[in-house]
């Protein structure tokens, strides 16, 4: 089953509006990471956080985490067309080596 | 990108037959992982390995066997495909960090349609 599971799973959007992804997860977890995966491709990292880390930023993004509700978000700010992706939230359920994937987020920017 | 390639990337085969994907890396990384991706159930783990000749399963195990001889490469044998084994599966590799998995490198992909 899966552990991380995102909200929406579609997301449509004009560009330069901000995007948020939720994902909500079952278990205790080490960091929560965020990938993208564009259509055809493999995934890519975007941003890893840590369990005692609340927030955290990399160019657009900004990543929140609440081990209180066991829930992560994903901001993308400013979106693009080439924003145009599926993300996928991924937790290790306290695994020192093992990622389990939510079933992603696909998200339109439209010009 | 990361030095990860797969092969092949487009393969039809028959029900019943033996299929076997490879992933190759050149960035030395320690752990590495097979996926199977399906619309509506994401990414999921079949087998990973966390160093030469040591294996374990993930959630998708059944149908499936995995082989590491070499740091580099990752095998991934359909010991007698299904169709419902159609599938778009990824390699992916990665190190340790302290404290929990660090991020994940990901092939390219292989497309793999059993008829």
């Known amino acids: 089953s899966q552990q991380g599971e995102e909200d929406p799973q579609a997301l449509s959007i004009q560009e330069g509006e901000n995007a948020t992804m939720n994902c909500s997860y079952k278990t205790s977890i080490n960091n929560l990471q965020w990938y993208r995966q564009n259509s055809g491709r493999g995934l890519v990292h975007l941003i890893l956080?840590?369990?005692?880390?609340r927030e955290k930023h990399s160019g657009r993004l900004r990543v929140t985490l609440d081990t209180s509700k066991k829930s992560s978000s994903l901001l993308i700010t400013a979106s693009r067309a080439a924003d145009t992706a599926s993300y996928f939230c991924?937790?290790?359920?306290?695994?020192?080596?093992?990622?389990?994937f939510g079933s992603g987020t696909r998200l339109l920017v439209r010009p | 990108d990361a030095g990860i390639t797969q092969s092949p990337r487009h393969k039809v085969t028959e029900t019943g037959t033996p299929v076997t994907l490879r992933c190759h890396q050149t960035?030395?990384?320690?752990?590495m992982y097979w996926y199977r991706q399906d619309p509506g159930h994401g990414l999921r783990l079949i087998h990973y390995s966390y160093g030469v000749k040591d294996t374990d399963k993930g959630e998708v195990s059944d149908g499936y066997s995995v082989s590491r001889s070499k740091t580099e490469d990752f095998l991934l044998t359909l010991e007698s495909a299904t169709s419902s084994q159609t599938s778009v599966y990824f390699c992916?590799?990665?190190?340790?960090?302290?404290?929990?998995?660090?991020?994940?490198?990901f092939g390219p992909g292989t497309r793999l349609t059993v008829t």
């Open positions: 960035e030395n990384h320690r752990y």
């Open positions: 956080i840590r369990s005692n880390e």
């Open positions: 992916a590799i990665s190190e340790s960090l302290a404290g929990g998995p660090g991020e994940q490198y």
């Open positions: 991924a937790t290790d359920r306290g695994s020192s080596y093992k990622l389990i």
